[in-house]
DNA sequence: TTTATATTTCGCAAACATACGAAATGTTTT
DNA sequence: AAAACATTTCGTATGTTTGCGAAATATAAA
C-alpha cells in the first residue's frame, strides 16, 4: 500500500545532473570545460563539435539551466566555465550513489554479451 | 578546420549510462538494487513506484539494455539485480570523468541562484 | 483443462529533445 | 551611422521518451 512514493532531493539530483549529461556534446564540453583549467568560447566549440551553432546554444544552455557551467559575458564573446560550486556536488552525489552497495551479492545468471555498449 | 570531431568510447558511454540515469523511476530502482544485496520482483518495485506496470517493465527493459541490471527468470516471477560488473564499470568512468579537472580556476562571475535545483 | 498470477509487448497519445536556418540582439570597429 | 562579428532566440521539422490500458505470453495452482 505504500503507492505513490516521494523521490528523495538526491534521487532527483541524481536524475537532473544525468539528463544533462546524457549527450555526448554535453559531456563533452564539460569534460573540457572541466580538464582545462580556464573557459571557453562558444566560437571556439562550434569548431570542434559536430554541430551548428543554435543547436550549441541550446545545449550550453542546457548545462547551465543545470547548474554544471556558467557563463561571463566579455562582448562581444560569452566565456563559458565549469561551475566549480555544482562539479563538486555532481562528484559527491554520484560517488555515493555507486558506492551504495552493502556488498557483493551472489550473481543473478543471465548476463548477456551487450554489444552495443 | 576540426569539425566533425569523433567522440571518445568514454564520451559516449558516460552520454550512455547517464541517459539510463536520467529518470528518477530508474535511479530509484538502481540504488535500491545496489543497496539490497539481493533482487527485486518488479512486483515488489510496482508498489512503491508512482508508474504502472507497463511502464515500470519499459523502465527495466532500458535499464538491462544499458547493462546495468539483469535479470533472472523464476516463474512465475522474474528477479532483477545489479549488474555488478558494468556498475563497477560505471562507477570508474564517472570518477574519472568527475575527478579529470587540473587545478582549480579563477571563478568567472555570474554565478546565479539555481532555484529550481 | 480451466483459472489465477506475473510480466511483457502492442498501440496509441502527449510531451520532450535534437537539429537546422533565419531573424533578432547587442557590441565593436570602421 | 553603418558594417561586421558573436551569440541567442524563434519557428519548425523530426524523432524519442514516457505514460497508459488492453491484449499477449507463459507458468502455477485448482
Redesign the pocket.
Known amino acids: 500500500m505504500a503507492k505513490k512514493l516521494e523521490f528523495t532531493p538526491e534521487v532527483q539530483q541524481i536524475a537532473r545532473f544525468s539528463?544533462a549529461l546524457?549527450?555526448p556534446?554535453r559531456v563533452y564540453i564539460l569534460q573540457k570545460l572541466s580538464k582545462m583549467n580556464s573557459c571557453c568560447?562558444?566560437?571556439?566549440l562550434?569548431e570542434e563539435l559536430?554541430?551548428?551553432?543554435?543547436?550549441?546554444?541550446?545545449?550550453?544552455?542546457?548545462l547551465k539551466y543545470a547548474g554544471l557551467i556558467q557563463?561571463e559575458i566579455n562582448?562581444?564573446?560569452?566565456?563559458y566555465c565549469i561551475n566549480r560550486e555544482n562539479w563538486e556536488r555532481a562528484k559527491k552525489l554520484y560517488i555515493d550513489f555507486l558506492n551504495e552497495n552493502h556488498s557483493v551479492n551472489i550473481p543473478c545468471g543471465e548476463t548477456e554479451p551487450l554489444t552495443h555498449l
Open positions: 539528463k546524457s549527450h556534446v568560447y562558444s566560437g571556439d562550434v559536430p554541430v551548428g551553432r543554435s543547436t550549441l546554444s541550446q545545449h550550453l544552455k542546457e557563463g562582448p562581444p564573446y560569452i566565456k
